[in-house]
């Protein structure tokens, strides 16, 4: 029980002086990476650098109490920090210590919120949000995230929750537009750029091994910070109308609880679950594929618990919200970390740049975090996604199209409330047109398979329907409307057999409609049997009248019911196959 809930105690035992070695390297690495993420992260929601660092340290170190991925970086995010934006600026101001408040009372609830669905072991919540809706959702805040740095990079003010307010707002002030931010901006975009997908290739073909080529050019965002900050003090940018991180307080965050208002918690409530629900859905998707590559396991309730425990940290903290990372984890990965412990380290290494490195960010432009977050997000973003989903499947192309536009039109509150919509929707309608197919006897065989795709043979008068899926109330009108028809249709059928090979379930609603069919056929001079029903559904059938009431059989075999429904037509495949044997023979 006690490693369920604490994983460190699985794997401290055997952690060894190699182990250490790895995670220390590692966590070298992913604190280079996170010192401008962490600051571009808090402008983006619109709060303080030193809150940025803040939410690094905590939250690091719980997870590596809690966690149960090995390579998992918990901190702050994109998408996260653009929700925070969204919902935090329909309460107060940004730059007050209201909006501060707010942000990290909704670190706090959301925390609160994860934190019990791992007590009840809710994992399985996240699966209602479909992999499209999450895809559109992900891409058009990355669109969204990107357009809100462009003001930044510009040198002019400029806002908006959505793409519409975005472009209007900067069209509209471009007239304000800063040459010497423009100047600074558009090359550190362009060098990040160059870091990102260039920079290890010329390394190594100057004579880099591949894992220092590596190495340095995740350090592409470090050179930009302090390659514009010296350029910001030596000339003076300050006083040009280039806009600096300016006082970032220096030392450790003092622990407090965050603002106890009832009447805030209840105007973010939604917002904190959202929040909650994108940021798990992304961790767990991050945890299980890293995880996947070195054959470990993940356990989804744990990650609530794991998130929510260090969302809570992160509010204790002075924080917003964090999740798992996806380029951040990425690194810590390939960087060599074995065990979460490699998050410790990194939470000190962010707790010491805290300590000694903060006066030196006072003259960072901000047009360089912004040109982090532009190149950070922008990976994110995949159009083509739309492309390959439309070939595939039109109605997970109908969804993630219109979550992308809801997002992009109204916001990413709106945007991911449609999604879960959107997703529920989906999932009801397909459910709601259960495939089922009506199968015939392979010749020669104890098989059956669906008429309009093998060569079968069929019984005039028996009617073999095979049910797909599991029965409940969305389809259980459905199953009656096909058999009603079939009657119609063929005046000559004496038998209907249902097929339960791949049915798990019949709810009530279904039980209502079954009754229904069998009374509909007995009226009708036609038997209602079933086949191969599985254990669990057959147990729950007993426990009512409908087998007692039901017309027909229950056979355990397809094969079975045939063999006694129309004999002749089994006799008559075997016939068929021991001629086609002979005839091959001879």
């Given at each position: 029980m006690l490693k369920r809930y604490f994983p460190i105690l699985d794997w401290a035992p055997q952690y060894t002086r190699e182990t250490l070695t790895n995670d220390l390297i590692a966590a070298v690495i992913v604190t280079i990476m996170l010192i401008p993420q962490s600051l571009a992260y808090a402008l983006l929601a619109g709060l303080p650098a030193e809150v940025g660092?803040?939410?690094?340290?905590?939250?690091?170190?719980?997870?590596?109490?809690?966690?149960?991925?090995?390579?998992?970086?918990?901190?702050?995010?994109?998408?996260?920090?653009?929700?925070?934006?969204?919902?935090?600026?329909?309460?107060?101001?940004?730059?007050?210590?209201?909006?501060?408040?707010?942000?990290?009372?909704?670190?706090?609830?959301?925390?609160?919120?994860?934190?019990?669905?791992?007590?009840?072991?809710?994992?399985?919540?996240?699966?209602?949000l479909s992999h499209p809706v999450i895809s559109g959702f992900i891409t058009a805040s990355g669109i969204i995230i990107a357009g809100s740095q462009i003001p930044h990079i510009l040198g002019i003010r400029a806002g908006g929750h959505n793409l519409v307010e975005l472009v209007h707002s900067i069209w509209a002030n471009l007239g304000s537009l800063n040459i010497l931010t423009l100047l600074i901006g558009v090359p550190t975009t362009a060098f990040l750029f160059w870091t990102r997908n260039r920079m290890k290739g010329w390394l190594k073909a100057r004579g880099m091994t591949d894992r220092m080529a590596g190495t340095v050019a995740r350090t592409g965002p470090v050179m930009a910070v302090a390659a514009t900050t010296l350029i910001a003090f030596a000339f003076g940018l300050e006083n040009h109308g280039v806009r600096i991180v300016g006082d970032v307080p220096k030392g450790l965050p003092v622990p407090s609880l965050p603002p106890l208002d009832l009447e805030l918690w209840a105007r973010i409530a939604i917002p904190a679950l959202l929040i909650g629900i994108v940021g798990y859905v992304e961790t767990i998707s991050v945890a299980q594929t890293l995880a996947a590559k070195r054959r470990q396991r993940i356990d989804p309730d744990q990650e609530l618990i794991a998130l929510g425990t260090s969302n809570i940290g992160a509010a204790l903290s002075g924080g917003f919200p964090v999740t798992g990372g996806f380029s951040r984890s990425v690194v810590n990965f390939d960087a060599g970390a074995e065990t979460p412990a490699a998050g410790a380290f990194t939470a000190i290494g962010m707790a010491l740049a805290t300590l000694l490195l903060t006066p030196a960010l006072y003259y960072l432009p901000k047009a360089t975090l912004a040109a982090t977050i532009i190149v950070a997000v922008l990976s994110l973003v995949d159009l083509g996604a739309l492309k390959r989903t439309y070939g595939y499947n039109r109605a997970d192309f109908a969804a993630m199209l219109a979550t992308i536009l809801v997002t992009l039109g109204f916001g990413v509150e709106l945007g991911i409330i449609a999604g879960v919509a959107l997703s529920l929707a989906l999932h009801l309608y397909r459910t709601s047109r259960?495939?089922?197919?009506?199968?015939?006897?392979?010749?020669?065989?104890?098989?059956?398979?669906?008429?309009?795709?093998?060569?079968?043979?069929?019984?005039?008068?028996?009617?073999?329907?095979?049910?797909?899926?599991?029965?409940?109330?969305?389809?259980?009108?459905?199953?009656?409307?096909?058999?009603?028809?079939?009657?119609?249709?063929?005046?000559?059928?004496?038998?209907?057999?249902?097929?339960?090979?791949?049915?798990?379930?019949?709810?009530?609603?279904?039980?209502?409609?079954?009754?229904?069919?069998n009374a509909l056929l007995r009226d009708a001079g036609v038997q209602l049997h079933l086949t191969e029903v599985k254990g669990p559904v057959?147990?729950?059938?007993?426990?009512?009248?409908?087998?007692?009431?039901?017309?027909?059989?229950?056979?355990?075999?397809?094969?079975?019911?045939?063999r006694k429904l129309a004999p002749e037509l089994t006799a008559k495949a075997l016939a068929a196959c021991r001629r086609e044997t002979l005839r091959s023979a001879g």
């Open positions: 660092l803040y939410a690094s340290i905590a939250p690091l170190v719980i997870y590596a109490l809690f966690g149960t991925s090995r390579a998992l970086a918990v901190g702050p995010v994109a998408v996260a920090s653009l929700m925070t934006a969204a919902a935090v600026g329909e309460l107060a101001q940004t730059g007050t210590p209201e909006y501060l408040g707010a942000a990290i009372a909704l670190a706090f609830l959301s925390g609160l919120m994860l934190t019990a669905m791992g007590l009840a072991r809710l994992g399985f919540l996240a699966s209602f259960p495939h089922v197919a009506v199968v015939g006897q392979v010749p020669g065989t104890e098989h059956f398979r669906n008429v309009a795709r093998h060569a079968v043979v069929t019984a005039p008068d028996v009617l073999s329907i095979r049910v797909d899926e599991s029965l409940y109330f969305p389809n259980a009108r459905f199953l009656e409307d096909l058999i009603y028809d079939a009657i119609a249709e063929n005046k000559e059928l004496k038998h209907v057999v249902l097929m339960f090979p791949a049915v798990n379930d019949v709810d009530s609603s279904a039980l209502e409609s079954l009754e229904a069919i057959m147990d729950r059938l007993k426990k009512t009248h409908f087998l007692h009431e039901l017309t027909g059989e229950v056979f355990l075999t397809q094969y079975d019911a045939l």
